[in-house]
T-cell receptor, first 116, second 117 residues
Framework: KQEVTQIPAALSVPEGENLVLNCSFTDSAIYNLQWFRQDPGKGLTSLLLIQSSQREQTSGRLNASLDKSSGRSTLYIAASQPGDSATYLCAVRPAGGSSNTGKLIFGQGTTLQVKP | GAVVSQHPSRVICKSGTSVKIECRSLDFQATTMFWYRQFPKQSLMLMATSNEGSKATYEQGVEKDKFLINHASLTLSTLTVTSAHPEDSSFYIC?????????????FGQGTRLTVV
């Protein structure tokens, strides 16, 4: 059974710092891994999608890496800003079944606070 | 990115009544949609897979008679919480992926905050 773990559960940093969020998963048989952002009481915003054949993806100040064999992904946020404060969730799509479906297994999330 | 719209965003209902939540894919067709539930300060847990034109597939521990799912078209899935009780109060969120691509990205609705009083 696939399990996804995120460390740390919470993180508080001063504005401007670079930071890394960690995600690990127990079964390397995945189609892809996605990082999301969730603001309090809101839905999920997709940040980055990494296919199983890829090593990393970048979008602006965000960089996500994937090491499928070791079951790990990291989300790197450069030059953090107060507006980055949110909960960050990683989720994997298990391989098997129809590849056109979107069933995801989520980690518990890392709640980030960036202090001005 | 693709847009998934969920309605309503908030609902308060009395115990014993039923509540319907709609999930629409606005610019693509989705033969499969997913319904998740999120308790405060916890992650999302998959409740069921909604299949267009056929019965939904429920995860272990989810009561199919309490959480009725209908996926009547390629752009709409509905979740009805029947005979709601306070313990059903939660954040419900749906997702969908484009069906015409491999390894596609999942898009999520805005979520529905259900409060049963």
């Amino acid at each position: 059974k696939q399990e996804v773990t995120q460390i740390p559960a919470a993180l508080s940093v001063p504005e401007g710092e670079n930071l890394v969020l960690n995600c690990s998963f127990t079964d390397s048989a995945i189609y892809n891994l996605q990082w999301f952002r969730q603001d309090p009481g809101k839905g999920l915003t997709s940040l980055l999608l990494i296919q199983s054949s890829q090593r990393e993806q970048t979008s602006g100040r965000l960089n996500a890496s994937l090491d499928k064999s070791s079951g790990r992904s990291t989300l790197y946020i450069a030059a953090s800003q107060p507006g980055d404060s949110a909960t960050y969730l990683c989720a994997v799509r298990p391989a098997g079944g129809s590849s056109n479906t979107g069933k995801l297994i989520f980690g518990q999330g890392t709640t980030l606070q960036v202090k001005p | 990115g693709a847009v998934v719209s969920q309605h309503p965003s908030r609902v308060i209902c009395k115990s014993g009544t039923s509540v319907k939540i709609e999930c629409r894919s606005l610019d693509f067709q989705a033969t499969t949609m997913f319904w998740y539930r999120q308790f405060p300060k916890q992650s999302l847990m998959l409740m069921a897979t909604s299949n267009e034109g056929s019965k939904a597939t429920y995860e272990q521990g989810v009561e199919k008679d309490k959480f009725l799912i209908n996926h009547a078209s390629l752009t709409l899935s509905t979740l009805t919480v029947t005979s709601a009780h306070p313990e059903d109060s939660s954040f419900y969120i749906c997702s969908a992926s484009r069906q015409d691509r491999q390894h596609t990205e999942a898009f999520f609705g805005q979520g529905t905050r259900l409060t049963v009083v």
